[in-house]
């Protein structure tokens, strides 16, 4: 039976090789192929831009921000609306279409960059052969998308970035030559392996950004202890990732009577100092967003998704649920505008007001804001603790959190890991082991949260620290073992990025990745020690050495 669509880019694909019929995530046939498409025309795009480039001609701001912002869309669990895909494909071909005009050498151009469409039926129809499969052999496909994940994560940093006012042109264009690169059928695998490094390599520089555009904005997070209660006003609830949307949120809410909650990737808002002034910020509500349908459900009023992660609404709350920047859902209200100046919340604070407080699912606070800046200033504690044998070692298990129970590995594995070893964690895998009572190594908490998925160029820093503080030649000497948990395609540029700074034996679960060949796998194990998960009783003997 032929496929109805095809894709491996999350970690929970059908069956650990491809949705062919439907989306894990919820994502139809339809939304599928037209992802297709808008990627297929946003590398037609970028390959005329690197064209101008090339000729000495500039690319405006506008159009870098619109082929990140057509990457970001396509994100695992960030946007279900077939409609908004068909505008940014339509879009996107106007672009390039007004590009190709200025473009003086137009020769040896491919298909994609050649391509237009003037209606929906054209569309549908090349949106049916320009998927994943559309590349036969399984090396070079794997490659080409292990590529394209990567870029499609780097685009989530810049995005961020972006909207905090900062950007970088050496990042932007290198996202747009090498999504250019994927259309050349004449790079060897040797080439694309060497590609692949330097978007790891790149991958760092677009954290970076991203780390001096949320510490320029909101201040260096700090230490800090979340309520994760409830109180008796009516409230909204953030999710998603994007800290521009939460301030201006907070601005617009000040004084109304409503409180304003975090939920899952957002919990880390609340380490930044410029948050701390706003008397209405509550708290953290509820865990990692695959839990969303519960605890959207209990919170009782509107809830924001700032990007992805969004999982199919239940009707109950799907009025309760609006869009804004690249998330998107049918039948949920979307946010429109990218600044203060017209980012409008008032619809969202008006339904608050008539929603009954949030119902309360969990009571205590949890601790966090161990970024780079705040570890380091603990580094001589940090140092002495690791002279005198009371932390033999450091467990990096940023990443993601997910629907499968394989998942509780990583609670079972943080529970049993010795009493002289400290956590190191970003994004939403923290979920499984946050709320745990692990105790410290001398007031050093035994779970050191730096923050969001977006925040893990912080747990690098540490690394590199580190290796500084101890005099060292190579990163892979420190007590620093990697035991990191996967989703989506910003752990995929998190991984390339370590890999560029030269970390090896990093171990990825619950499985490896669907679009890794067999051949591409044995590159990175033979060169790399990339490695999976087997049991915790079995992995924590070979991370200690015994």
Not at 28 to 47: C, F, H, N, V, W
Not at 216 to 232: A, M
Not at 266 to 280: C, R, V
Not at 497 to 514: D, E, Q, R
Request: with cysteine; charged share 25%; proline share 3%.
């Amino acid at each position: 039976m032929e496929n109805k669509m095809f894709c491996f880019q999350c970690q929970e694909t059908a069956g650990c090789s491809g949705c062919t019929k439907f989306g894990v995530c919820g994502k139809s046939p339809d939304l599928a192929r037209m992802q297709d498409l808008l990627i297929y025309t946003t590398k037609g795009l970028s390959e005329v831009t690197t064209r101008l480039r090339e000729e000495g001609q500039e690319v405006s701001s506008d159009v870098n921000h619109l082929i990140t912002i057509n990457l970001f869309t396509t994100i695992t669990n960030a946007n279900f609306d077939d409609e908004i895909f068909y505008e940014r494909v339509k879009e996107t071909l106007k672009v390039k279409e007004e590009l190709l005009s200025k473009l003086n050498n137009k020769e040896n151009l491919s298909e994609a960059a050649l391509w237009n469409a003037s209606t929906a039926q054209e569309m549908d129809d090349k949106s049916t052969k320009v998927g994943v499969l559309a590349t036969e052999n399984e090396d070079i496909r794997s490659l080409r998308e292990l590529i394209i994940y990567g870029v499609k994560g780097l685009s989530a940093y810049m995005k961020h970035a972006n909207a905090l006012g900062y950007d970088n042109e050496d990042v932007n264009a290198f996202m747009q030559a090498t999504l250019s690169k994927t259309l050349d059928n004449t790079l060897s695998l040797d080439e694309l392996v060497a590609l692949t490094l330097e978007t790891g390599k790149v991958g760092v520089d677009g954290m970076a950004l991203l780390d001096q555009a949320n510490t320029g904005t909101y201040g260096h997070p700090e230490i800090t202890k979340v309520n994760i209660g409830v109180r008796k006003n009516p409230g909204i609830l953030v999710s998603g990732h994007d800290l521009k949307d939460l301030e201006l949120l907070l601005k617009q809410t000040e004084g109304t009577g409503v409180d304003v909650y975090t939920h899952s990737e957002m919990l880390p808002a609340h380490y930044y100092p410029a948050f701390k002034k706003y008397s209405h910020f509550a708290g953290n509500y509820g865990n990692a967003w695959w839990k969303q349908k519960e605890e959207f459900e209990s919170f009782n009023g509107p809830i924001l998704m700032t990007t992805n992660c969004i999982v199919p609404p239940k009707d109950s709350y799907k009025d309760r649920l609006f869009t804004t920047g690249a998330a998107g859902f049918v039948g949920c209200t979307h946010i429109k505008g990218e600044s203060e100046d017209n980012k409008d919340f008032s619809q969202i604070l008006e339904l608050a007001k008539t929603c009954q407080p949030p119902t309360e699912i969990e009571t205590g606070e949890i601790i966090g804001g161990f970024a780079h800046n705040q570890v380091f200033a603990l580094a001589d504690k940090v140092v002495e603790a690791v002279k005198s044998g009371a932390i033999k070692k450091f467990f990096v298990m940023a990443g993601c959190d997910g629907r499968s129970k394989s998942r509780n590995y990583y609670t079972e594995f943080a529970q049993a890991l010795p009493k002289d070893t400290v956590i190191l964690t970003a994004g939403c895998a923290k979920y499984k082991y946050n709320k745990l009572e692990l105790g410290d190594i001398g007031g050093i908490p035994r779970v050191l949260d730096a923050g969001q998925c977006n925040d893990s160029y912080s747990l690098a820093l540490i690394a590199l620290k580190l290796k500084e503080v101890f005099e060292l030649e190579d990163i892979n000497e420190l007590p620093i073992a990697f035991n990191i948990a996967w989703y989506e395609q910003k752990a995929v540029i998190v991984l390339l990025s370590l890999l560029y700074l030269g970390v090896k034996n990093i171990h990825l679960g619950p499985t490896l990745p669907a679009f890794l060949s067999p051949n591409v796998a044995k590159v990175l194990v033979e060169n790399f020690g990339i490695g999976g998960i087997t049991n915790v009783e079995d992995d924590i003997k070979m991370f200690m050495g015994e």
